[in-house]
């Protein structure tokens, strides 16, 4: 038995946990958080939340505010993302259900095309760079990933390469507009134009450049539903749609497809069960708050937003590429800038990434590390300091080009961070240090099959009731 609380007392004490987190406005965090610098769209966003709060999505035939949301939204994405009348598609919680649904709904349509397949295990082709969702999707949807190198100097993969590994057991081939390690847009139309040609659906995952690219400017390749062969598409809304978290779309070429993504059931003596998306009962505020932030802002908004978005990255980019011992890898389309150590230099003048992040937190910002990785084909992608640049960032972007300088020089030529076996125990044990450099190389060095058991014990750790 407990005592109920007053309101006032709670709200304070959860206000006081937020106090702990990190600044989610202001630019200081280059990951996760998605600031448009404009507390009016905060705030209609939080009062179309509330507006929504007790609705439940689960039904839209009873609540029929949300099938009327759902459509405008799909309707607004479908016109960004040049689809046509023959476009559908559903808004999603975020980009890994959206993803999943499209994966999802292209092994239901390949095992439909032949009865022998009716419970085979086709494969899901995608680059390396490709989104975590995707190998979630292959875990949960029982499909095996073939990964296919990217050129480490540019991150994307060759489209020759990609469709090398397509064949009669590919569902689904993924590309990405652009990917999240190496903001870099894959060869879509090749990829999109070859899996055609073999009778391959192929989704683009622009779950970053969906609400970016359409007013970026110079993006040397078409990338969406233009595209001839791209079955579907991913773009979320709660990344550079600036909507709170919990809002994606996806869509669809055609209805079929749409169809695929759904779960319907009359097995058991209740309602009838449809569910288009992962979840049962679903919050409709944040597809509110998403159709509110995008009415407010229109079209000429969201331009005005990735114009500074454009500028502060272009910055950032040269600026970061003029930095001793640093380098930017291949050349970004988008928001998005990983920095690699300049190999081409001695050792003793090159910026460790891993060095580089936690002298950047000292000058309060954070980026985030990204370990090395080996190719199945062997080759090395670089271990690597992630931003993603907002609009808000426009406004700051000297202050942090200052702390990136700085930083550097406080590292420059200092050994990189190496793997420390004891730090295992030590991060079970007693949480995540300040300083992750040691943390991320000890990560970047372990096998997968001892790294994930270890990665999933220390986040369950930190949730666990033990601990409060
Ligand atoms: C390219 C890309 N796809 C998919 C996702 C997954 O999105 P979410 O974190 O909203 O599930 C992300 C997230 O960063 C992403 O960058």
Known sequence: MTTGRSADDVLADLATLRAADPPTHGGRVLSYVYDPGRADLDEVAAQAVRLFLPVNGLDPTTFTSVAALERRLVAFARDVL?????????????GTESCMLAVKSARDLWRAADPGRAHARPTLVLPTTAHPAFHKAAHYLDLDVVPVPVD??????????VLAVVDERTALVVVSAPSYPFGAIDPVAEVAAGAAARGVACHVDACVGGWVLPWWGDVDQPWDLAVPGVTSISADLHKFGYAPKGASVVLYRARERHHAQYFATTAWPGYPVVNPTMLGSRGAGSMAAAWAVLQV?????LAELVGATRQATDRLIEAAGAVRGLRVVGTPTGPLVALAADDSLPATEQVDPFLLIDEVRRRGFLLQAQPAMVQPDGSVLPRTAHLTVTAVTHGIVEELVEALVAAADAVRGLPAAVPDASLAGRVLTEGLPDELAGVMATLEALPGEVVHPLLIAVLAAAIDPARE
Do not use: I, K, Q, Y
């Open 82 to 94: 040049h689809g046509d009348a023959g476009t559908v598609g559903s808004v999603t919680s975020g």
């Open 152 to 161: 480490p100097a540019t991150g994307t993969p060759s489209a020759a390469d």
């Open 297 to 301: 802002l229109g079209t000429d908004g």
